[in-house]
C-alpha cells in the first residue's frame, strides 16, 4: 500500500526557512517521480517541485516561483523525500502535500494529472 506522510510545516516568518519531510512506504521511493504541491482555499493547486523517477538521472524540475529558493531530494535508504525552503514568502504560505507519479521512470512534471498518491498536507504558514 503506497502512504506518503508530510510533515515539517510551521509559522516561520518571511526570509526564515523550513524542512518539510515525506516519508514514503509501499513502493521504491527512486523508482518514481515525486514531489510537491501546494494549494491555498479558494485556489487551485499549484505544483511546486518534482524530483525524477529511474532512469532519469534524479532531474529536478520547480515552478517559477519557487526557483532558486527550494531545492527538492530524495535519500533512497530512508525512502525519505525533502523539500528545503529557503528565504519563504508570504505567498508561499499553503498547505503542501507530497505526491507520487502513477507509474516508473517519469520525469518530475508540474503536470497534476501524473500524479495519483498524495499524502494528507502540511501546513506551512510565512507571517511576521
Known amino acids: 500500500q503506497v502512504q506518503l506522510v508530510e510533515s515539517g510545516g510551521d509559522l516561520v516568518q518571511p526570509g526564515g526557512s523550513l524542512r518539510l519531510s515525506c516519508a514514503t512506504s509501499?513502493?521504491?521511493?527512486?523508482?518514481?517521480?515525486i514531489g510537491w504541491f501546494r494549494q491555498v482555499p479558494g485556489k487551485e493547486r499549484e505544483g511546486v517541485s518534482f524530483?525524477?523517477?529511474?532512469?532519469?538521472?534524479?532531474?529536478?524540475t520547480y515552478a517559477n516561483s519557487v526557483k532558486g529558493r527550494f531545492i527538492i531530494s530524495r535519500d533512497k535508504p530512508k525512502k525519505m523525500v525533502y523539500l528545503q525552503m529557503n528565504n519563504l514568502k508570504a505567498e508561499d504560505t499553503a498547505t503542501y502535500y507530497c505526491?507520487?507519479?502513477?507509474?516508473?521512470?517519469?520525469?518530475?512534471?508540474?503536470?497534476?494529472?501524473?500524479?495519483?498518491?498524495w499524502g494528507q498536507g502540511t501546513q506551512v504558514t510565512v507571517s511576521s
Open positions: 509501499g513502493f521504491t521511493v527512486d523508482d518514481y517521480a
Open positions: 524530483i525524477s523517477g529511474r532512469g532519469r538521472d534524479d532531474s529536478t
Open positions: 505526491v507520487r507519479a502513477w507509474a516508473r521512470g517519469w520525469f518530475g512534471s508540474l503536470e497534476e494529472a501524473r500524479y495519483g498518491y
